[in-house]
């Protein structure tokens, strides 16, 4: 239990200054890699939850697809790949407010509902099976959507980017 | 470890995400803050199939991570055809919708 939660406590710890960087920083390229280090701790914290199918799930299009994606957008419309200052609005300071306020009713609803609630440490986990029983029994209708909003998405992708 | 862990370090996550989206205006970051965002949503997912003990949750994070790939590749699409035809990406300069 305490190996758990000294791992969470590194993690959490890696996330949130990553996290912090993806929006502080001056270098698009720097807050891609940043965001990388953001995912991958997502990643470990689902195997802390052993939900390792989405861990695995999370590193090969997380980290695997999404960040090449991101990495070609920040190349392809030229963004400066060094320090550039013109990345924040005029008003990036009432981002602030309007966080803390979020966080602090996010953080009094949670303290309030859950407490020291413990998660089950001995509970039955989730097998790879039972959620494959999930995706092809009961939510099939959302899987089919899903498929379709992937090619939708793919072929509108592709009519976006095309030079014609 | 406690739920409650996991929802705040979520809940930190999310609000840092909904600072980007405020403060930035380069579009591609926009978009990294979005994936924050619903990187938030995936944790609290997991955290409550776990503390529920079924599979629901794990399958509703590998949806929001397919939706969320598909929304990237869009997104991105988007700003490429914005910027060939503006020049720019950042989004203070998109005010044609202004009367």
Same mark, same amino acid.
């Not at chain 1, 052993?50 to 030229?78: C, D, K, N, P, W």
């Given at each position: 239990?305490?190996?758990?939660?000294?791992?969470?406590?590194?993690?959490?710890?890696?996330?949130?200054?990553?996290?912090?960087?993806?929006?502080?920083?001056?270098?698009?390229?720097?807050?891609?890699?940043?965001?990388?280090?953001?995912?991958?701790?997502?990643?470990?914290?689902?195997?802390?939850?052993?939900?390792?199918?989405?861990?695995?799930?999370?590193?090969?299009?997380?980290?695997?697809?999404?960040?090449?994606?991101?990495?070609?957008?920040?190349?392809?419309? !030229?963004?400066?790949?060094?320090?550039?200052?013109?990345?924040?609005?005029?008003?990036?300071?009432?981002?602030?407010?309007?966080?803390?306020?979020?966080?602090?009713?996010?953080?009094?609803?949670?303290?309030?509902?859950?407490?020291?609630?413990?998660?089950?440490?001995?509970?039955?986990?989730?097998?790879?099976?039972?959620?494959?029983?999930?995706?092809?029994?009961?939510?099939?209708?959302?899987?089919?959507?899903?498929?379709?909003?992937?090619?939708?998405?793919?072929?509108?992708?592709?009519?976006?980017?095309?030079?014609? | 470890?406690?739920?409650?862990?996991?929802?705040?370090?979520?809940?930190?996550?999310?609000?840092?995400?909904?600072?980007?989206?405020?403060?930035?205006?380069?579009?591609?970051?926009?978009?990294?803050?979005?994936?924050?965002?619903?990187?938030?949503?995936?944790?609290?997912?997991?955290?409550?199939?776990?503390?529920?003990?079924?599979?629901?949750?794990?399958?509703?994070?590998?949806?929001?991570?397919?939706?969320?790939?598909?929304?990237?590749?869009?997104?991105?699409?988007?700003?490429?055809?914005?910027?060939?035809? !503006?020049?720019?990406?950042?989004?203070?300069?998109?005010?044609?919708?202004?009367?």
């Amino acid at each position: 239990m305490v190996a758990q939660n000294i791992g969470f406590a590194i993690i959490a710890a890696m996330m949130i200054v990553g996290a912090l960087r993806v929006v502080t920083t001056s270098n698009v390229v720097h807050a891609a890699l940043w965001l990388v280090v953001v995912l991958a701790g997502a990643a470990a914290q689902y195997i802390l939850l052993a939900a390792e199918f989405v861990a695995v799930t999370q590193v090969l299009v997380y980290i695997g697809a999404v960040m090449v994606l991101f990495l070609f957008g920040t190349m392809l419309t !030229r963004s400066r790949i060094g320090r550039d200052s013109g990345l924040n609005n005029s008003y990036a300071k009432l981002g602030i407010p309007v966080a803390v306020v979020l966080f602090a009713a996010m953080a009094l609803a949670l303290s309030e509902s859950f407490g020291t609630e413990k998660l089950p440490s001995d509970g039955s986990l989730v097998t790879t099976q039972q959620i494959s029983d999930q995706i092809f029994g009961p939510y099939l209708l959302p899987f089919w959507a899903l498929s379709f909003v992937l090619l939708v998405a793919v072929i509108g992708a592709i009519v976006l980017a095309r030079k014609d | 470890m406690l739920v409650n862990q996991f929802l705040f370090l979520a809940a930190l996550l999310f609000c840092i995400g909904v600072y980007g989206v405020i403060a930035r205006k380069n579009a591609v970051l926009v978009l990294m803050s979005i994936e924050l965002i619903l990187n938030a949503v995936n944790l609290n997912f997991v955290a409550f199939a776990l503390r529920n003990g079924n599979a629901d949750g794990h399958t509703f994070a590998l949806y929001i991570i397919a939706i969320a790939a598909a929304e990237v590749g869009v997104g991105l699409g988007l700003v490429l055809l914005i910027f060939r035809n !503006r020049r720019t990406i950042s989004l203070d300069d998109l005010s044609g919708m202004k009367g």
